[in-house]
Structures are given as C-alpha cells and as structure tokens.
C-alpha cells in the first residue's frame, strides 16, 4: 500500500505526559500536512512542511507542539505535557507540489486518535 | 480568513432519493473547491473537485458546481445509495496555498 499511514493509530495517555505521532507521506509527495479532528467538526489545520521546511504554522497552536519533517520524509508530531483538550484525532496528509492551477488536493491518512485522561 | 459553511446534518434519506448538500464558501482570490468523504472506520478522501468558476466537478455519481457569484459548491447526486453512507466535508483551497480550510461535515445515511 503506498498511501498515507500513520502511527500509532491510537494512544490513551496522562495529562502531563508528551506523546509523538508518526506520519509516512506518499513518498512522491513534497507537502506534508497536519490537522486535528474532534468530534463533529471539520479537519482543523495545524501545520504544513514543503519537503523539511516548515512553512506555516497556525496561530492556533499551542507552544507544546511541535512537529518536524528531517530530511523531507517521514514527519513527526509532539504534544508536551498533554491536557484533556489535546484529546482528538490527528490527521496527517500529503500532496505534491502546486503547479500552475494545481488543486492542492490532499491525500489523507486513517488518523491518530489521542486520549489525554 | 477564509471560511466554509456547510448545512447542518444529519441528513437520512431513502435509496434512490435525491441528495444536496449545500456549501457555501468566504475567501480571497479565487479558491480552488474540494469534496471530501469519510466513510465509517477510514480516513478522508478525496471525492471531486473544481479550480475555477463554472466548473463542474464529478464523481461515483456525485456533482457540484463553482458558482462564484453565490460562492457556493452544493453537492448533488440524483440516486443515492446505502453505500453513499458517509461524512461529507466541503473544502477550499487558495490558489497554491499550503492548507485547506475544511466546513465541519455533513453526515449521510440512507436507509433501505
């Protein structure tokens, strides 16, 4: 299968804990994405890396997360000192490059889903 | 900042009843449009999509329309079926920008 996976697919930790999320893009994608999903809602954006590059990150997001992409590949997520309101699903996503009129479609993996207790 | 508004579900209909869903959309410039599917127990994907104004979008029976002047993107499918049974999130996307802004999902179920 050579789409989007992610790892794990679920975690239950403690308030107070740092957890990581992996994400593995199609290995042609250039972009990769991040948001979060809590119930009823739509995907909340988070962050997105062109190759390593971080290029925007949302206003949104707390200084306890962080998320790098070394060398372009395969991304990592961190929550630090997780709070009950982390608890949601992380989805990760992929794309190539925009060219031209390009549709910035996005092609997303299952998702981790967090419990913070 | 740019934004979508999609109607409110859940939405329950009989097989082969006739399904909009409307979407109606805020952005600057011109965005490129997207429907995306949850089926139960998987991970979004991609439906149709539309780049510019008067574009028709289609898939697996699914349509909708780029209507700037109304800034709407309302998803229609004439004969739905059980299997149509899903999340459905209108999406948009400025023209090469990095993330796409997401309306909160219209649930669908259609009984046999």
């Known amino acids: 299968d050579t789409g989007v996976s992610q790892n794990p697919r679920h975690k239950i930790t403690k308030r107070g804990q740092n957890v990581t999320f992996r994400c593995d893009p199609i290995?042609?994608?250039?972009?990769l994405y991040w948001y979060r999903q809590t119930l009823g809602q739509g995907p909340e954006f988070l962050t997105y890396f062109q190759n390593e590059a971080q290029l925007e990150k949302s206003r949104l997001l707390s200084d306890r997360f962080s998320a790098e992409r070394p060398k372009g590949s395969f991304s990592t997520l961190e929550i630090q000192r997780t709070e009950q309101g982390d608890s949601a699903m992380y989805l990760c996503a992929s794309s190539p490059l925009p060219d031209g009129f390009s549709y910035n479609e996005q092609f997303f993996g299952p998702g981790t889903r967090l419990t913070v207790l | 900042g740019d934004s979508v508004t999609q109607m409110e579900g859940p939405v329950t209909l009989s097989e082969e009843a006739f399904l909009t869903i409307n979407c109606t959309y805020t952005?600057?410039?011109?965005?490129?449009l997207f429907w995306y599917v949850q089926y139960p127990g998987e991970g979004l994907q991609l439906l149709l999509k539309?780049?510019?104004?008067?574009d028709k979008g289609s898939n697996k029976g699914f349509e909708a329309t780029y209507r700037k002047e109304t800034t709407s993107f309302h998803l229609e499918k004439g004969s739905v079926q059980v299997s149509d049974s899903a999340v459905y999130f209108c999406a948009l996307s400025s023209a090469n920008a990095g993330k796409s802004t997401f309306g909160d999902g219209t649930t669908l179920t259609v009984k046999p």
């Open positions: 539309a780049t510019k104004a008067d």
């Open positions: 290995s042609e994608h250039n972009r």
């Open positions: 952005a600057t410039g011109y965005p490129s």
